[in-house]
């Protein structure tokens, strides 16, 4: 059984905002959408919970405790969800954006907005989700491709704390059209153009979230917090800037922004997941418990791989990547760490 879209609306236009993916995330961002008076349907990969969010105003699954508003209606029917929005938000796991663009596509048409609020870096092909978008979808939809990123909790936002994000296009003119679009009274949007820079933060903080949790299970305080993060975002601007970003951008929300809040924030998944770890779990257990997606365990995998594509020294990142997937110690990949050939602090 499907949820059943409202009756009386016309196919095209019906609603503002379409959101493609009904996790914790996508269900949040829906609410936001619909709390600011914008019509927003919601697509669900699963019907049981598009049923639950349409009858019962409430994710139970994903997003418990947070009743939606009566603007938002959510449906398990992708061609309904995207031919009868004109802006759709994309928010599935990184592996699955390829798939879904593909399946979207016949129902995309030049008037369309995407915008990705995932983070992460394909496994297979080492591209950033606005490079996967830009090699599935025809060239005449690129115009249209934006990224939004930034410290921002699902759960923080269904409850309208306040909030900033950046969102960024290679179109200043759709970055500052969608600032105004999305922004809120307590949801501030930042436009960029860098692309680059607000996909690299966004996906490799997590990783770093990871090392900083294990830090935290071991007990070493807030001295080796504290280095992990600087250090972390020094390699993270390494990288982006590899891709051609700018550093500065790594200064800002999808930089040190959202760095801070998933390597500190007790709603961190990707934190929780290091936590566990430096606590003595393993990480075939850890996930097996957890219901949504911890999407550094992923991209530690492609981050280790890009570094050395690039060239780029990364540490800490590759550290991560041994203990998350080679059965290195946490203690031990401190050792490595630590025991490092001294450098000097600012390299490029």
């Given at each position: 059984m499907t949820a059943?879209?409202?009756?009386?609306?016309?196919?095209?236009?019906?609603?503002?905002?379409?959101?493609?993916?009904?996790?914790?995330w996508g269900t949040a961002l829906a609410i936001h959408t619909a709390r600011c008076g914008k019509p927003t349907l919601l697509w669900a990969h699963n019907p049981s919970v598009a049923v639950q969010i349409q009858d019962g105003r409430e994710n139970v699954r994903?997003?418990?405790?947070?009743?939606?508003?009566?603007?938002?209606?959510a449906t398990a029917d992708l061609e309904?969800?995207?031919?009868?929005?004109?802006?759709?938000?994309?928010?599935?796991?990184?592996?699955?954006?390829?798939?879904?663009?593909?399946?979207?596509?016949?129902?995309?048409?030049?008037?369309?907005?995407?915008?990705?609020?995932?983070?992460?870096?394909?496994n297979e092909s080492l591209e950033l989700i606005s490079e996967i978008y830009e090699r599935v979808l025809p060239r005449r939809m690129h115009a249209g491709l934006a990224y939004l990123s930034g410290p921002s909790f699902a759960a923080e936002v269904a409850i309208n704390s306040p909030t900033a994000v950046t969102v960024a296009a290679r179109s200043a003119r759709l970055a500052r059209w969608l600032q105004k679009e999305l922004s809120g009274n307590r949801f501030r949007c930042y436009a960029s153009n860098d692309v680059e820079g607000v996909e690299v933060g966004g996906a490799l903080k997590n990783v770093i979230a990871i090392a900083v949790g294990a830090a935290d299970g071991l007990g070493f305080g807030h001295n080796a917090r504290a280095g992990l993060i600087t250090r972390g975002l020094a390699e993270i601007t390494r990288i982006a800037v590899r891709k051609g970003a700018n550093p500065l951008t790594l200064q800002g929300l999808s930089g040190i922004g959202d760095l801070v809040l998933t390597c500190t924030g007790d709603l961190s998944r990707n934190r929780t997941v290091g936590l566990r770890l430096g606590r003595g779990e393993s990480i075939g257990a850890i996930l097996a418990s957890m219901t949504a997606v911890a999407e550094?365990?992923?991209?530690?995998?492609?981050?280790?791989?890009?570094?050395?594509e690039l060239g780029v020294e990364a540490p800490i990142l590759e550290q991560t990547y041994r203990v998350l997937?080679?059965?290195?110690?946490?203690?031990?990949?401190?050792?490595?760490?630590?025991?490092r050939e001294l450098k000097d602090e600012i390299t490029l």
């Open positions: 059943a879209l409202p009756t009386g609306l016309p196919l095209r236009d019906a609603y503002p905002i379409g959101v493609v993916g009904a996790g914790a994903y997003l418990p405790g947070h009743l939606v508003p009566e603007a938002l209606h309904a969800c995207v031919r009868r929005s004109r802006v759709l938000l994309t928010v599935m796991p990184t592996p699955h954006v390829a798939g879904l663009a593909r399946r979207m596509e016949p129902w995309l048409t030049d008037e369309h907005v995407i915008v990705s609020c995932s983070k992460g870096i394909d550094g365990v992923l991209t530690s995998r492609s981050a280790w791989r890009l570094t050395q997937h080679e059965g290195l110690a946490p203690l031990d990949a401190l050792r490595n760490l630590m025991g």
